[in-house]
């Protein structure tokens, strides 16, 4: 039976154009780079899908990956593909039980985990993963139980009792409707769902971007530090990478990252809105430090860029003159170069919405975010712009595959072949997700303007309802209370109140000079946050800054400043930094209820 064109097949197609040219790097930039070439790349991904058919995994077998980013987690997932099996890959930040559960989902017999923390993780619930045959460790494990494990060397030695004829009859024999991907939901809205994604959703969706999206084959470099197993990193490093032809550096700590840009230098850069907002306020806090000519010469050229951007947002096209060189020669180049990212010519924005204030800031320094609207069940893109028609507030048009309507509730709908055929194991859930008609319910409010551009306002989930009976979507308030310099978090709250109040979270860099402002001598956001003058501050500043541009019944009357930031450490976000809304709610509920006393 002939095949059909899958990442392994352009992975081999990469690996004849071009087998010395770089393809991927590990390591770091204080220690090195390990670096791999097209050619070995391929051979790599080839290894591991020998040594997974030498374990016995079948066609269509689940096998689970849990690791930080790291060149290995890509020769395994592309090398589960190449056996004609299906990666599952799991967030390394997942508790025991959690690992547990998601394991005997997928019926997974085979995992491929990064190291010692990992696992411990999978001996503490080894009792009940009956079906787990075996474990295989990227990294070096002392005291590993040598009968359930195996080191990523003992593993890739299985491989060369496979014939390559077999290895080859698996790749080529991939069709269109068989499972490329089994991604689990990080669930910000209960259990995990296992999104099932195909070959031929990765065809399509690869097929669409190339018609909108400028980059040029093995002339790019992307930095992969987004958990993988999240569907817009996996899409971006992995899916992308290789139908572009992207070299990809990983970095395995988000919190490294701006020691990786300045060494890597990407030419596109993905990042999660919470990423973009910390890049803004420590940027704004340095351009704040400039005085006199400085100072001055900085507006300028911030003011020049943004008048000639939103130019260029009018003509629909790119455009230039003396006063915009100039001002990037003078200022916003060594802005750019102090941060890494110089030689960028896409940001891209995803996961969840991003202030239109943080996308006007980084336009005015030349650094336009285009903003991409997806989900998992969408093979991650549903819509996004172009770089001349990166709007605020808008994710784009959908891509040519994608049909897309607003319901009559306001609800975005789409459908085409890049839709999840369903959830595993889950038919009640993916009968909710895929109508009659085959259009996919998204959960989204958006509304469609008179030139095709999508606008998201809220999750219709998330909207609530007041005493009053206004319904109110908290996002773009949350947005507002995000754009004051002070604070990096707010969580609306007000479902069934009188009012609508917020728990909000002090940004750490402003820590310094809003103990100044309020007179107070504090070390820390704790400290600030224990302040009655504090509080009153920033309710004022919100009453003035926020509150008088909303109408009356989404006012936030009252807020609680929360002694630190919200985390993924601590269950309130998920691992690309998204609300857990459910879970905040229940952990602060005394502080909820202490706004309506």
Request: aromatic residues 8%; charged residues 25%.
């Amino acid at each position: 039976m002939r095949g059909t064109s899958t990442l392994v097949t352009q992975l081999a197609n990469w690996a004849s154009q071009a087998p010395d040219k770089p393809a991927l790097h590990g390591g770091s930039p204080s220690k090195g780079f390990t670096d791999y070439t097209w050619g070995e790349y391929e051979s790599n991904v080839r290894r591991v899908g020998k040594a997974l058919i030498a374990l016995g995994v079948q066609p269509g077998d689940r096998v689970t990956i849990i690791g930080r980013n790291r060149p290995e987690w890509m020769f395994a997932d592309l090398g589960v593909m190449a056996a004609r099996a299906v990666p599952t890959p799991i967030y390394a930040t997942n508790t025991p039980e959690q690992v547990a559960w998601l394991v005997n989902h997928c019926e997974s017999r085979v995992a491929i985990i990064d190291d010692e923390a990992q696992y411990e993780k999978f001996l503490a619930v080894r009792d009940q993963l009956p079906a787990l045959e075996k474990i295989v460790i990227m990294g070096d494990v002392a005291g590993r139980d040598k009968d359930w494990t195996l080191s990523w060397d003992e593993f890739l030695s299985l491989g060369g009792s496979v014939q390559d004829g077999t290895i080859n009859q698996r790749i080529n024999s991939a069709q269109a409707d068989d499972l490329a991907l089994l991604c689990y939901t990080s669930g910000t809205t209960g259990e995990p769902k296992g999104v099932m994604l195909t070959h031929g959703n990765f065809a399509a969706l690869g097929e669409s971007i190339s018609e909108r999206f400028i980059s040029t084959p093995l002339e790019e470099r992307v930095l992969s530090y987004l958990p993988l197993c999240h569907v817009a990193e996996h899409t971006f490093s992995i899916i992308r990478g290789i139908q572009g032809g992207y070299e990809v550096y990983t970095c395995d700590d988000l919190n490294q990252i701006k020691e990786y840009l300045p060494a890597v230098r990407p030419t596109m850069f993905l990042a999660v809105p919470r990423v973009w907002e910390k890049f803004e306020a420590a940027l704004k806090a340095k351009l704040g430090e400039a005085t006199g000519v400085k100072a001055v010469l900085a507006d300028w050229a911030i003011a020049t860029e943004k008048s000639w951007f939103d130019s260029e947002l009018a003509e629909g096209a790119p455009i230039t003159g003396v006063t915009r060189i100039l001002a990037d020669r003078l200022v916003l180049n060594k802005v750019k170069t102090a941060l890494g990212m110089q030689d960028v010519h896409t940001c891209i924005s995803g996961a969840a919405p991003l202030n239109p204030a943080t996308a006007d800031f980084f336009a005015s320094l030349g650094l336009p975010i285009a903003e991409v609207y997806g989900m998992t069940e969408t093979s991650a893109v549903i819509s996004f712009p172009p770089p001349s028609q990166t709007f605020s507030g808008k994710v784009g048009k959908p891509l040519s595959c994608v049909e897309l309507k607003i319901a009559s509730d306001g609800e975005v709908i789409v459908r085409g072949p890049t839709m999840t055929p369903g959830y595993y194991k889950n038919e009640e859930e993916t009968r909710r997700l895929l109508d009659a008609g085959s259009w996919l319910h998204t959960g989204d409010i958006g509304e469609v303007d008179e030139q095709g551009f999508l606008r998201i306002t809220d999750r219709k989930k998330e909207l609530f309802k007041t005493s009053g009976g206004k319904y109110v979507a908290p996002a773009p308030i949350e947005a507002k209370l995000k754009s004051l310099p002070e604070l990096s978090q707010a969580v609306l709250v007000g479902d069934g109140q009188k009012f609508v109040g917020a728990l909000v979270a002090i940004d750490p860099e402003a820590v310094g000079k809003l103990a100044q402002q309020v007179g107070i001598d504090a070390a820390d956001a704790a400290e600030l946050a224990n302040s009655d003058a504090v509080v009153q501050y920033l309710q004022d500043r919100i009453n003035e800054e926020v509150n008088s541009s909303l109408a009356r019944f989404e006012q936030v009357k009252r807020i609680v400043v929360l002694p630190a930031e919200l985390s993924p450490e601590h269950g309130e976000l998920t691992p690309t930094l998204k609300l857990k809304r459910r879970v905040i709610t229940e952990k602060h509920a005394s502080e909820i209820a202490s706004i309506y006393a």
